[in-house]
């Protein structure tokens, strides 16, 4: 009767713990913010620098002389401590630390609201802000209050066209931007143990966009094999009949490929019912979709082809980029007319590298589609890699099941 939450933080639900944490990660943006909260307390050194990762994806490389000095700060301070550093073009944290550095049973916490995407780790993974952060590497520990659980039961099979994205907008659009708050989402269920890590990732992402803590996949045997690809060993996690506060099924065989519409991530139409809609630009890339699977996703509908508009792809990792160039991926995609950008967060949240201007609509892969997050006064559409692939050929939003 306990949760994976319960197990891993050893707790029952609603019950308010101090904990060890095992990777605590920033990057550059929420980095400086806790560095200044962390210069104020005073504190030596880090508790356990083993434990922290500063990791460079949000603004990266820099966009004005400001953050280039800023991060030059930042970036001193996390080799005298002895804290792990990863620049420029190393990748977004939260794939970063997915590949191999995150393991079952951790305790995970990043100064970001997507640290919940490495739950698909069989790991606790939350997001927290910069002074909890600071607080971490004073103490090496942190405070949580042991969530809720809601489950989230999958069956059926996707079809074809229909992706991993397309189920994390569905459930998020069921759940309501609100309708997980605080809680852990556990991902069951007969087709749960065929999600493939990359699809885990993505659905895990999200889980912050229905306001839940994390999202989670209990490790088996595809946790097994994705992390014997880094030698890292890996326990499995039988579920121990949790108890959930809330139950949803998800039949993948019923969904279609869906966008979230401005402005909000829980409200998804059919791809069908916007096709025709102009765009000015399509985005690949991001925590939640720029992985080599998403790139080789779009590759296949756009190799041979021509965009009609200005596309933006950007891996969401060194490895994914280089991966996407040994498989001539990333020759299909730059003979297609896409620009590729340095593995980061590229123009996710409107930082550079793709700005939109007013009245502009685009079209991403990426989970956040709030009001002037990519460009004051634009407006964008979220979608699976095969919708913008598609749409980027048609030059405005098209359905890929007619491209696939
Ligand atoms: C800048 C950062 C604090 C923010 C987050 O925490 O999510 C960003 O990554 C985002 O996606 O909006
Ligand atoms: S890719 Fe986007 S959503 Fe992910 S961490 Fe970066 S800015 Fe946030």
């Known amino acids: 009767m306990v949760t994976l939450s319960e197990k891993i933080l050893g707790a029952q639900a609603g019950t308010y713990v101090d904990r060890k ?7 550059d943006g929420t980095g400086i913010q806790a560095k200044i909260i962390y210069d104020a307390i005073g504190a030596p050194g880090l508790a356990n620098p083993d434990a922290v ?6 603004i ?17 301070f996390a080799e005298k401590n002895g804290a792990h550093f ?10 970063v630390m997915a590949e191999g550095l995150v393991h079952p049973g951790e305790i995970v916490i990043g100064a970001d609201s997507h640290s919940c995407t490495l739950g698909a780790l069989g790991a606790f993974a939350t997001g927290v802000g910069a002074s909890d952060m600071a607080g971490i590497w004073v103490s090496g520990e942190t405070w949580l209050r042991v969530p809720d659980s809601i489950g989230l039961h999958l069956s059926g099979s996707l079809k074809a066209g229909v992706e991993w994205k397309d189920v994390a907008l569905s459930y998020v659009a069921e759940l309501g931007m609100d309708g997980g708050t ?3 989402l556990e991902f069951t269920g007969e087709a749960a143990p065929s999600v493939p890590m990359e699809g885990r990732l993505t659905l895990c992402n999200m889980a912050v966009e229905a306001g839940a803590k994390t999202g ?3 490790a088996d045997t595809e946790t097994r094999r994705y992390l014997a690809g880094y030698s890292v060993p890996c326990h499995m996690q039988i579920p121990e009949n949790p108890v959930y506060v809330r139950e949803c099924d998800l039949d993948l ?12 991530v829980d409200t998804i139409q059919p791809v069908s019912q916007l096709a025709g809609i102009a765009l000015d630009q399509v985005f690949i890339g991001t925590c939640t979709n720029g992985r080599f699977e998403d790139l080789a996703r779009a590759a296949r509908i756009l190799k041979g082809h021509r965009v009609k508009v200005r596309t933006i792809v950007v891996p969401a990792s060194e490895r994914d980029y280089l991966q996407a160039i040994t498989t001539g991926v990333a020759a299909d995609l730059v003979k297609a007319g896409c620009i590729m950008g340095p593995p980061g967060c590229g123009p996710c949240l409107g930082a550079h590298m793709g700005v939109l ?5 685009a079209l991403s892969t990426a989970n956040r589609n709030f009001k002037n997050r990519m460009g004051v006064g634009a407006s964008y559409y979220l979608c699976s890699p095969s919708t913008a692939a598609a749409s980027a050929l048609a030059g405005e939003i098209a359905d890929p099941r007619e491209v696939l």
């Open 182 to 184: 605080y809680a852990a």
């Open 53 to 58: 990762y500063v990791i460079y994806d949000h």
């Open 21 to 27: 944490v095992d990777k605590a990660f920033c990057h």
């Open 60 to 76: 990266a490389p820099a966009n004005n002389s400001q953050t280039a000095e800023l991060q030059a700060e930042l970036r001193t």
């Open 253 to 264: 065989s019923s969904l279609e490929p869906v966008c979230a519409v401005p402005h909000r």
């Open 357 to 361: 201007g007013e009245g502009e609509v």
């Open 216 to 218: 989670l996949f209990y």
């Open 86 to 95: 990863r620049e420029i073009g190393s990748g977004i944290c939260h794939q």
